[in-house]
């Protein structure tokens, strides 16, 4: 049985630019075998590539939402959420030896930095931390879904 046949909230790709967001919910690509298949951009105004995508700059901070997509394939880097803690190991966007941990072409870790310093500091640094949003690689095809937020 596919994840599809199992799944009987499963949204069409057609429904994802009025879709609600919701956890566990299985969210279906589109079908031209490209990456306007994808359907996290039609849920979301975040782009269609990488694993992190987002709404504004990180380098100027201006991010308003992040989601974090992981394919779950990188067996030398395993995103894993943890579901008794909400605790989330993500590996972020620099895997090329010798790179400034933080200087990246997406600025995904630059983003996940700020954050957390934000979000350690007082109660108005706190609210420029934006809603992370994660999604993770489902079948078929590109489909995706969402298991945080």
């Known amino acids: ?56 700059s990180p380098s100027k901070r201006s991010v308003r939402l992040a989601v974090l997509y992981t394919s779950g394939v990188e067996v030398d880097w395993p995103d894993v959420l943890d579901p008794q803690t909400g605790l989330l190991t993500y590996y972020g966007d620099n895997r090329t030896p010798g790179h400034e941990l933080h200087d990246t072409r997406r600025g995904g870790n630059l983003l996940l930095r700020d954050a957390f310093d934000a979000a350690h500091k007082n109660p108005e640094d706190r609210l420029r931390v934006p809603p992370f949003l994660l999604f993770e690689k489902a079948s078929p095809g590109r489909a995706v879904r969402c298991i945080s937020g």
């Open 1 to 56: 049985m596919s994840d599809v046949e199992a799944d009987k909230f499963a949204m069409p790709f057609d429904k994802l630019p009025t879709a609600d967001l919701h956890l566990d919910t299985l969210y279906l690509g589109g079908i031209s075998g490209n990456v306007a298949d994808d359907p996290i951009a039609r849920l979301l105004p975040v782009g269609n590539q990488g694993g992190f995508r987002h709404f504004g």
